[in-house]
């Protein structure tokens, strides 16, 4: 059993920061590409940002240069600073995971987390 958990999320000022961190735990035998998605009302869920196991990242156009991500073993970090009212959603983790050497990776999601950044 793999779970994601996402903390950091909250309310922000525009222009503020926040740090949105993820952790996978469970059964795993190793995870490949981690990323952040996000979710506003009404809209697409989105792909913010990922990283490989060797740490290559990438961005969506609308974060790049105020976002970073990063990551540790298990756990992926999203740095977020010079917020705007247009990044509030819901962020969610999601991780690319093999849980024995045998079996083929799957995706597995977290839960979400808010983050608001009001005007």
């Known amino acids: 059993q793999v779970q994601l958990v996402e903390s950091g999320g909250g309310l922000v000022q525009a222009g503020g920061s926040l740090r949105l961190s993820c952790a996978a735990s469970g059964s795993i035998f190793s995870i490949y590409r981690m990323s952040w998605y996000r979710q506003a009302p009404g809209k697409q869920r989105e792909l913010v940002a990922s990283?490989?196991?060797?740490?290559t990242s990438n961005y969506s156009n609308s974060v790049k240069g105020r976002f970073t991500i990063s990551r540790d073993k298990n756990t992926v970090n999203l740095q977020m600073n010079s917020l705007k009212p247009e990044d509030t959603a819901v962020y969610y983790c999601k991780a690319l995971i093999k849980v024995t050497d045998w079996s083929r990776p799957d995706d597995y999601w977290g839960q979400g987390t808010q983050v608001t950044a009001s005007s």
């Open positions: 990283i490989t196991s060797g740490g």
